[in-house]
């Protein structure tokens, strides 16, 4: 697949605008934008350093207004939208085309005979952006002013003008910029020849009122932002030739473009040579590899300085506990990179507490959230599939003190009422005002989906964290009959999730209000996990352990069948699974407004992207039919043509047309996609499909 747009896309702004690009850097930071090249998110910006890797998110380059002047006419090639409505420039309409060069955005904008391409990327391992132009083709050399708008600000906020007094040093090569004693200095440096006739301008404080932020104003929140005018950069390009502006928080970056260039372009070779090695696969997966790669960052904790963890999403979310567990087995043992699944699972390791994983790093620091029930059970399945890739008994010996700490806990209890029950072996968790479940949206001291008592992924994710400790258990010589007892108590007691009236299962037992019968994706996990422990495995990996223990499904073959069937024909949409069905009076169709109405959907209909990878794996196993399953996975392929251009977005509309909405590039989404996509592609016994209803 070649992610290209012309000027059907660039030059309509509706379209362009809905356009997001990325690049990441590998330590939290990143640049972002519209393919317009107009701001409309809080969240924009041609450098959001981290300068305390992963967080501390700082917008320190808000963006680039050029203006070039070819056969004297000058032609604006930035776009701002104004709080009075007014769009000026509108320098879209130049824009000829756009692509992603890997992850590389690439503008090519036509002025008359001349095409100038436009460029950007990060450096790996630092806070550092490159924006290169390169005068494509033209008849004489053009000139080009660039306006370099500077910020400094954690970038979930909003930037109001003041008497802010910057610091502005010139140096040979650019300027260095200083927000006030003690912030971290902005380079913004050049690699420009002395044939460019390279100058640069300060203007005293210079502040652009007013920029209109429209995906703000969508979510209710304060739309409206100022930035200052720190400098503008003056060059010369003759034809043929090239010239890039650096943006750093280094004082010595590399300053020239083609080598930088070359090292993001061999960087990307080497994931998909690394991807090559395990599986042939189409143009739009590959992609998803590259993709993969931009919410793997550094982590370092003291006893491990070369630590990873997983962004959760791109652009305000940090690495989330759950989200990182589930993220893991699709981004790196998928992709052939199980070095970087050994270093998370070690760094996630050192912050057990009391049973429990972190669900949250805060983005200011400080000690870690354990607010999640799911978190360190998707840890047991992420180590299961690390262990089952890699046979690594070594890290296997080193975690399993640790799991069985956890298992104690459980069952003892811990935070938040979290422990099993000892009369059906379910795991009940939950307590007045707190949310533990993956669906967690909470309004001041409002849960809006509470799931108080035993919800069934979590009993699902505990069945399927102790037949893991039993394989573990085997594996290691270390008795496993606690493991398996506890596991066949909690298989007798899911059978009570069964709802005889419906045909699929209750979302929660034992609540408030008794058993909730909503139709919500949950229980798509009875039937998904794990994906590779059943003697007719999905997978062509095999399971390194005793051949003596083999998973039992937690539903009978007709269950199972019902679950999926019920979850295709209510739920099911070509971009992930609905939250709620919309038969139910709770359900919300539209995700959009204040934090209010939008929190009140984010879980009672809204879409969720990366559930089509649970429920392709559960649509596999019960029919067994993978020419069906990769025809339900196929539309994800479309979606990398829209929101986040190149990557899978978070959440979707739930009423049709299901426009994407959230953050728009998000890890397990694009993790539970080459996940699924790898385990068709390894499917065996294809002449053993069941018919399907609704083939």
Same mark, same amino acid.
């Given at each position: 697949?070649?992610?290209?747009? #012309?000027? &059907?896309?660039?030059?309509?702004? =509706?379209?362009?605008?809905?356009? &997001? @690009?990325?690049?990441?850097?590998?330590? #939290?930071?990143?640049a972002s934008g519209t393919i317009a090249n107009l701001l409309t998110r809080r969240y924009h910006g041609l450098l959001v350093a981290a300068l305390q890797p992963p967080l501390g998110r700082t917008l320190m380059l808000a963006k680039l207004d050029e203006t070039a002047v070819y056969h004297d006419r000058a032609y604006p090639l930035y776009t701002n939208r104004w709080t009075d409505g007014t769009i000026e420039p509108q320098g879209y309409n130049y824009i000829e085309s756009f692509h992603l060069e890997g992850t590389t955005p690439v503008w090519r904008f036509a002025l008359a005979d001349a095409i100038l391409e436009k460029r950007i990327w990060m450096q790996q391992s630092a806070n550092t952006t490159y924006i290169q132009y390169r005068l494509h083709r033209a008849s004489k050399p053009i000139a080009l002013a660039v306006k370099a708008l500077?910020?400094?600000?954690?970038? !979930? !906020?909003?930037?109001?003008? =003041? =008497? @802010?007094?910057?610091?502005? &040093?010139?140096? &040979?090569?650019g300027v260095c910029v200083t927000a006030f004693n003690k912030a971290a200095p902005l380079y913004l440096l050049t690699d420009a020849p002395p044939e460019a006739k390279f100058r640069v301008s300060t203007p005293l404080y210079n502040w652009n009122y007013g920029f209109d932020l429209a995906a703000e104003r969508r979510r209710g929140l304060e739309c409206c932002e100022d930035h200052l005018h720190a400098a503008t950069f003056h060059f010369t390009i003759a034809p043929g030739q090239s010239l890039t502006l650096i943006a750093s928080t280094d004082k010595k970056p590399e300053l020239n473009g083609d080598t930088a260039l070359e090292l993001r372009r061999t960087y990307e070779q080497e994931l998909l040579e690394q991807w090559s090695k395990v599986r042939e696969a189409p143009p739009w997966i590959n992609h998803l590899v590259l993709a993969a790669d931009q919410f793997i960052v550094n982590r370092p904790v003291s006893e491990e300085r070369d630590g990873k963890t997983i962004v959760a999403g791109y652009p305000w979310f940090s690495d989330w506990g759950r989200d990182t567990m589930i993220a893991l087995p699709g981004l790196t043992m998928c992709t052939g990179r199980s070095s970087i699944a050994r270093s998370i699972l070690r760094t996630f390791a050192r912050y057990v507490d009391r049973g429990m994983l972190p669900n949250r790093f805060p983005d200011s620091g400080g000690a870690p959230e354990y607010n999640t029930v799911d978190a360190t059970l998707w840890y047991f399945e992420a180590i299961r599939a690390y262990y089952e890739a890699t046979g690594d008994d070594e890290l296997l010996s080193e975690l399993w003190p640790i799991l069985c700490e956890i298992i104690d806990w459980h069952i003892k209890g811990t935070r938040y009422n979290i422990r099993v029950d000892p009369d059906d072996g379910l795991i009940y968790a939950g307590e007045t005002g707190v949310q533990l479940t993956w669906m967690d949206a909470k309004v001041g001291d409002w849960v809006v989906t509470p799931r108080i008592g035993k919800p069934i992924e979590i009993s699902a994710l505990w069945y399927n964290a102790l037949q893991a400790m039993v394989s573990f258990a085997q594996k290691l010589g270390k008795p496993d009959y606690e493991y398996q007892q506890l596991a066949d108590r909690t298989a007798a007691g899911f059978t009570r999730f069964w709802n005889d009236a419906t045909g699929y299962c209750y979302d929660v037992l034992d609540g408030s209000d008794g058993h909730d019968g909503s139709l919500r994706p949950n229980q798509i996990f009875a039937v998904s996990l794990p994906l590779d422990l059943s003697p007719k495995s999905l997978s062509a990996m095999e399971m390194r352990v005793n051949d003596s223990h083999r998973y039992k499904p937690l539903l009978t073959p007709d269950r199972r069948r019902g679950v999926v069937d019920a979850c295709a024909q209510q739920l099911l949409t070509s971009v992930g699974l609905g939250s709620l069905s919309p038969e139910d009076a709770q359900y919300r169709g539209e995700y959009g407004g204040d934090q209010l109405q939008r929190d009140r959907a984010y879980h009672q209909g809204t879409v969720w992207g990366w559930l089509m990878g649970p429920f392709v794996l559960a649509h596999l196993q019960v029919y067994k039919d993978p020419a069906q399953a990769r025809e339900l996975l196929q539309p994800m392929a479309h979606h990398l043509l829209a929101g986040g251009v190149g990557s899978l977005g978070e959440i979707f509309e739930g009423d049709a047309p299901h426009s994407p909405r959230g953050c728009t590039a998000q890890a397990w989404t694009v993790a539970e996609v080459l996940r699924a996509w790898l385990a068709i592609n390894n499917t065996r016994n294809q002449d053993t499909a069941v018919p399907c209803p609704y083939n």
């Open positions: 697949m070649v992610i290209a747009f #012309g000027r &059907e896309i660039c030059c309509n702004l =509706d379209s362009a605008e809905s356009r &997001e @690009w990325l690049v990441t850097n590998g330590i #939290g930071g990143y500077i910020d400094y600000r954690d970038y !979930h !906020h909003i930037t109001t003008a =003041d =008497d @802010w007094q910057i610091g502005l &040093e010139t140096l &040979e090569k």
